[in-house]
């Protein structure tokens, strides 16, 4: 069974810093492409970044210079390394792994906001 489980989520100030975390089981993260995508309330899913198996990334512009995201294929891990956040970045942040078949977790909520 294969299991994406997002962590690192919260409320923060802006100009704050957030780590979100997205473990993965049942799969080789390092095979897949891992993402992070993002909901906010009444607006489409988007994809904030995304890392290939190679190491090349990918940003939204919206979030480039402040986002970072990395893998730590040992552990199985993304991170998804937020700096810098303003009030717009406030959403449901959702890790996936797309392979042949692709997969979601249930999503960690970031919250930016003074």
């Known amino acids: 069974q294969v299991q994406l489980v997002e962590s690192g989520g919260g409320l923060v100030q802006p100009g704050g810093s957030l780590r979100l975390s997205c473990v993965a089981s049942g799969i080789i993260s390092g095979a897949y492409v891992m993402g992070w995508y993002r909901q906010a309330p009444g607006k489409q899913r988007e994809l904030v970044a995304r890392i290939f198996s190679t190491g090349i990334t990918n940003y939204a512009d919206s979030v480039k210079g402040r986002f970072t995201i990395s893998r730590d294929n040992a552990k199985n891990t993304v991170y998804l390394q937020m700096n810098s956040l303003k009030p717009d970045d406030t959403a449901v942040y959702f890790c996936?792994?797309?392979?042949?078949?692709?997969?979601w977790g249930q999503g960690t909520q970031v919250t930016v906001s003074s």
């Open positions: 996936s792994a797309r392979g042949l078949s692709e997969y």
